[in-house]
């Protein structure tokens, strides 16, 4: 089974893919996808909704893992800017009928390194252990990507191992 791990953002957006094989998971592929900032925002979601369709028809995950939405109360517009990108994306996986998961970052925390209020290093420190990676997977995005689809194959039932 092959998973997307996607977390959202107008102007990143961190992707990773993830297969199981018999002997545990294979990381595929790994990136971030840009959008310029300067450009006005029907733009830059239909640039990420391009970019989010072109991975899938390459890749054919059969799961998409994506970061729910949460809101700090000092910064709606980055809810709401964060709710337009992860609409763009779902409705991408779903014109593929790709099954779409959504987990919280909380969930992804405890379900990698056991406590749900892990910083974003001890996120990057448990995908490299999770997936024996030689070097620390950066930015942060890619590492909550990897964790997203980790999380997600294992909801899914499959075996990590």
Known sequence: MRALGLDPGLVETGYA???STPHGLSVVETGVLHTK???PLD???EELYTKIGALLDRLHPE???VEEIYAESKFPRTAILLGHARGVICLAARQRKVRIMALTPAEVKRATTANGN????QVQRATQALLGLATLPRPSHIADALGLAVTGLSRAGVSLR
């Open 37 to 39: 900032g300067a450009d």
């Open 43 to 45: 733009v830059r979601l």
């Open 17 to 19: 893919i993830l297969e």
């Open 63 to 65: 799961l998409v893992v």
């Open 118 to 121: 892990a910083s974003k290093g």
